[in-house]
């Protein structure tokens, strides 16, 4: 049995491009003990996340990853993974599509 669950370790999303977008994690300690953090990974340095170190028993935790998708289009797919000293390995994704915004042609006349 797991000791750290998550609601959801996929987090599908369409998403406009240019700016950063945030994903947000809720997990469960199921545990009698507090669980530790050993080790924290992103697929690449556009993806960052705040987890926290440890996960206290019997408690809810929710943290943010960050996405900026600047430079790319297309679909993407992104993850963190890390380790806990419990021995159980995770990896959270994220994935979806950057939708380019259309510009605004403002091609108007005005009469005089």
């Known amino acids: 049995m797991k000791d750290i669950v998550f609601e959801k370790e996929l987090i599908t999303q369409d998403i406009p491009a240019g700016k950063p977008h ?13 669980i530790t953090r050993t080790t924290l990974e992103s697929s690449c340095s556009c993806t960052i996340s705040n ?24 679909f993407y797919a992104k993850s963190i993974k890390f380790d806990l000293d419990n021995g159980q390995k995770i990896k959270l994704r994220i ?6 915004q259309e510009k605004d042609n403002d091609n108007t006349n005005t009469n005089t």
Request: proline share 5%; hydrophobic share 30%.
């Open 22 to 34: 945030t994903y947000w994690f809720k997990g469960y300690n199921l545990s009698d003990k507090v």
């Open 51 to 74: 987890i926290q170190k440890t996960f206290n028993p019997k408690e809810s935790f929710t943290f943010e990853m960050i996405f900026d998708p600047q430079g790319t289009s297309g």
């Open 95 to 100: 994935n979806g599509k950057i939708i380019e």
